[in-house]
């Protein structure tokens, strides 16, 4: 898999986004932490990736300021949202890349595409190679709606038809997810966005 990420990491500097592959999240992790400037102020979207690899507690522990949502009570997740949209630093991961470089993410409150297209000047997406899908948008699209939505679905506690079944059924869906699809055609305009590819299962 190691040498497949390898060409999906060219692909991705094809469509101007900084790249690189790792053999584990040990090591990804420790890439961020020697590229971030000392004590900056770091925003995490929610990404189970993120939660797994531990990186908001490596982050702390190297002396920077971690702005995370998941980490705050409901009443003070609009404030600190709006906060992680002006850190100069953000960390997420993708729901889906194609062998083709496309990332794609679906969001239902639409901070974690917002602040990946604008805001943070620079962004590390952390993907693990159960994220790589062979295709195109569609069929990230439907690997988003039956593995990722799922999921989070459950983790959340979020009566989705996707929940229970493992399939979108967007017309009984009540309370959905999936309020917005974006895909990165490119890297946006004035940031600079770097995607660690790494070769192991993380988050879904
Ligand atoms: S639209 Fe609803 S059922 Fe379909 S994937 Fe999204 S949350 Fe699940």
Redesign the pocket.
């Known amino acids: 898999m190691y040498d497949q990420l390898t060409l999906v990491a060219d692909k991705l500097r094809a469509r101007g986004f900084e790249a690189a592959v790792f053999a584990t999240s040990k090591e990804a992790s420790s890439f961020i932490l020697g590229d971030i400037a000392e004590k900056a102020q770091v925003a995490i979207g929610g990404s189970m990736t993120v939660k797994q690899m531990d990186l908001h507690a490596k982050l702390r522990e190297a002396g920077h300021e971690v702005l995370w949502h998941w980490e705050v009570e409901p009443a003070k997740r609009g404030t600190l949202l709006h906060q992680a949209m002006n850190a100069p630093v953000y960390i997420c991961s993708a729901n889906a890349i194609t062998t083709d470089g496309l990332m794609v993410q679906?969001d239902?409150n639409g901070n974690r595409v917002a602040a990946m297209c604008y805001g943070p000047s620079t962004v590390y997406v952390v993907i693990g190679r159960n994220k790589l899908v062979e295709g195109g948008l569609q069929q990230a699209v439907k690997r988003?709606?039956?593995v990722a939505?799922?999921n989070?679905?459950r983790r959340q506690g979020?009566d989705?038809?996707?929940?229970k079944t493992g399939?979108?059924?967007?017309s009984?869906?009540k309370?959905?997810?999936?309020h917005m699809t974006v895909s990165f055609d490119l890297a946006p305009n004035g940031k600079r966005t770097c995607v660690l590819l790494i070769d192991e299962e993380l988050g879904y």
Do not use: F, L, R
């Open positions: 679906i239902g988003i709606k039956s939505c799922p989070n679905a979020i989705t038809p996707c929940a399939s979108c059924d967007v009984a869906c309370t959905s997810m999936c």
